[in-house]
């Protein structure tokens, strides 16, 4: 048997705790996997005396320390779950430089800078592996940098963050407030250190430029994503998602599309209704979903566990087992493939349909009104309802809620409409505008 690999482990948080675990554990199995044991030789962290769960108290402590550089000098595979760009940035690419092979969880590392990151492993001939960067648990970077390589792929489309997942879910069967639902996402170790990272979208964003530049061959950075989170989704946006047959869920979409005569992919993420019969809105808790169109394949779709310290760790040590067999067997694993390079066209060029909420004046001519300010963007409405709205105190004229379901539009086109519904006398408030996908 070759000698034992040495593997250095950056983080000891939910992920890097389970990892740590389970390579001790599994050691000899795992070792009968790779051809060769996996020797764990540290654990790097920022304050070696911090009490940890499942680490305080066991052999996994005597391995925990500060000095990360010293750690990652002397290793073979380098496993990085510290997240945040910096130190883990210095820190892989100082490994890579080194001649070890890196696998990492951190998708805002990849989304800013995996370019630099792939053209480092591939001067040293090492490998970068990073399937827990994206929807946890489920296998979705390997499928599609590896099962999917000789198709076309069309569309991507998912749920790929836990904890707005979560926090969405609970707020729809509990009637929780978006923060306290927060608060239990972060307890059960599936938000981000900054949980705004979720809330907002970011991490949504990342995982979908890595999924985009993988199914389109094309990089694909964080900003090129256009990105809206569900802090404005509100208990009356959650309501009336209900009572209209959607849910409410947190997208990230990445297509092939033509526009203007240039193809291009277009890649966004924001929170978006869906019909209520669809896969998507089943897809509970921390789960996460993602459905992928291929010329060939057809549709395809993978589900499962998106976050939390055990799903994720299986996802890590999956790529910990392949990068060792290269290390044992020869080769490495499948490199950065940009070929393609397609342009990222605008977001507003994107095509939506869309659910519109006005509170207007309950008066003959307004629904009329309202219909020639869609028409004048060429704006098809497919169905509208009116109900009645309770009237602000003091205000004596009646008011009617119009509820407007759009056939698909343009970003552009609607968000033109949305601002000649703002001027128009007789609405008193465009209260949401929410688009609707998967009908
Ligand atoms: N928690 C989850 O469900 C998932 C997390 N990830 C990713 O995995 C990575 C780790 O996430 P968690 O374990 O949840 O984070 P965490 O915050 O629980 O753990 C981070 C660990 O890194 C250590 N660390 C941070 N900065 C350090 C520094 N400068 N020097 C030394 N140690 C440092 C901390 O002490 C802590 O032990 C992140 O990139 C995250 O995005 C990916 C998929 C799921
Ligand atoms: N914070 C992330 C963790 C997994 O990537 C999430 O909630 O999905
Ligand atoms: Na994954």
């Known amino acids: 048997m070759p000698a034992p690999l040495k593997v250095a482990i950056l983080g000891c948080g939910v992920v890097g705790t389970q990892v740590a675990r389970r ?42 320390t500060q000095d990360a550089e010293s750690l990652v000098a002397g290793a073979d595979v380098v496993v990085e779950l510290m997240g945040g760009i910096e130190p883990a940035r210095s820190l892989i690419l100082r490994a890579i430089e080194g001649g070890a092979s890196v696998v990492t969880a951190n998708k805002a590392l990849l989304a800013q800078d995996g370019p630099t990151l792939y053209a480092a492993a591939d001067a040293a001939g090492v490998d970068l592996y990073f399937e827990a960067a994206v929807a946890g648990a489920i296998p979705i970077v390997r499928p599609v940098r590896e099962s999917l390589a000789g198709d076309q792929v069309q569309r991507v489309l998912g749920i790929v963050n836990g904890t707005t997942n979560y926090v969405l879910d609970r707020m729809a069967t509990d009637g929780l407030e978006l923060e306290q639902a927060v608060k239990e996402a972060q307890t059960l170790g599936y938000a981000e250190a900054d949980p705004t990272a979720d809330v907002e979208g970011h991490d949504a964003a990342a995982k979908a430029a890595i999924l985009a530049s993988l199914a389109f061959h094309t990089r694909v950075a964080l900003d090129d994503v256009a990105c809206e989170g569900i802090s404005a989704v509100t208990a009356d946006d959650v309501a009336w998602a209900q009572r209209t047959g959607h849910t409410i869920k947190l997208l990230a979409i990445a297509e092939r599309n033509a526009h203007d005569g240039v193809t291009g992919i277009q890649v966004r993420v924001h929170p978006a209704l869906v019909p209520s019969d669809h896969p998507l809105a089943g897809v509970r808790g921390a789960f996460n979903a993602v459905f992928v169109e291929a010329e060939a394949a057809g549709e395809l779709m993978f589900y499962g566990r998106g976050a939390g310290g055990a799903p994720t760790s299986s996802a890590v040590l999956g790529d910990l087992v392949s990068v060792a067999r290269h290390r044992v067997l020869g080769g490495r694993g499948p490199v950065e493939s940009s070929y393609a390079a397609l342009p990222v066209l605008p977001a507003l060029a994107a095509r939506t349909r869309f659910q519109v909420r ?28 009116q109900v009645a709205y309770p009237v602000p105190a003091g205000d004596g004229d009646a008011l009617a809620l119009l509820l407007i379901t759009t056939h698909a539009a343009q970003e552009s086109a609607l968000a033109a409409t949305v601002t000649a519904l703002t001027d128009l006398d007789a609405v008193r408030e465009v209260v949401s505008v929410l688009r609707v996908e998967g009908a």
């Open 23 to 64: 390579l001790t554990e599994h050691a000899d199995e795992l070792a009968s996997r790779v051809g060769t044991p996996l020797e764990l030789v540290g654990i790097a962290v920022r304050d070696v005396a911090q009490p940890r769960e499942g680490v305080t108290g066991t052999p996994l402590a005597d391995l925990l």
């Open 358 to 385: 006005l509170a207007v004046e309950d008066r003959p001519g307004v629904l009329a009104q309202v219909a020639a300010a869609l028409a004048e963007h060429g704006v098809s409405i497919e169905a509208v309802r």
